[in-house]
């Protein structure tokens, strides 16, 4: 699993790495390596240039449960070769939130202000930007609050 982070962290789409050295700095690569123990990582793949099969993405839930509501933080780390594999990272995403939907009540996170293709994946899977600041969550400037209520309840 390790070196297929490091792959992933070594090929950041430009948008992801701004964000992470956003969120984490100069040491945003081993904050990264020591929240991965934290949560089960899920891999995408796809092509590279060769046509050898690579991991394009990872990311995950880290689930925060209550009695009341199961609630996860969702999140995404992309390579550069997402930009020739857009329809399997998209049919994946789909699949995993699809998944996701039966189980959480409640996914969220935080983007960067100038991630604007992760923006669009988000809100066509359902995600919402339309609440920039829930009551006594701190957000880190730049970053924007996103979510997705689910029908979890009812299915």
Do not use: H
């Not at 891999?43 to 993405?57: K, L, M, Q, S």
């Not at 509501?69 to 930009?83: D, G, P, Q, R």
């Not at 930007?129 to 996103?146: Q, V």
């Amino acid at each position: 699993m390790l070196k297929k982070c490091e792959f992933i962290l070594n090929n950041l789409r430009d948008e992801d790495l701004v964000e992470l050295k956003a969120l984490w700095k100069d040491d945003w690569k081993n904050k990264v390596l020591n929240s991965l123990s934290e949560t089960k990582v899920l891999f995408a793949y796809g092509y590279d240039e060769f046509y050898d099969v690579i991991p394009i993405a990872m990311g995950g839930f880290y689930e925060l449960f209550d009695e009341k509501l199961k609630i996860a933080c969702v999140w995404l780390l992309t390579t550069k070769y997402v930009s020739q594999n857009k329809m399997t990272l998209m049919k994946e995403l789909k699949n995993q939130i699809s998944f996701a939907d039966k189980k959480y009540d409640l996914m969220y996170n935080f983007i960067y202000k100038s991630n604007f293709e992760a923006k669009n994946w988000l809100k066509k899977l359902g995600f919402s930007f339309d609440n920039p600041k829930p009551e006594g969550l701190k957000i880190k400037e730049n970053f924007e609050f996103f979510y997705k209520l689910t029908n979890r309840k009812e299915k």
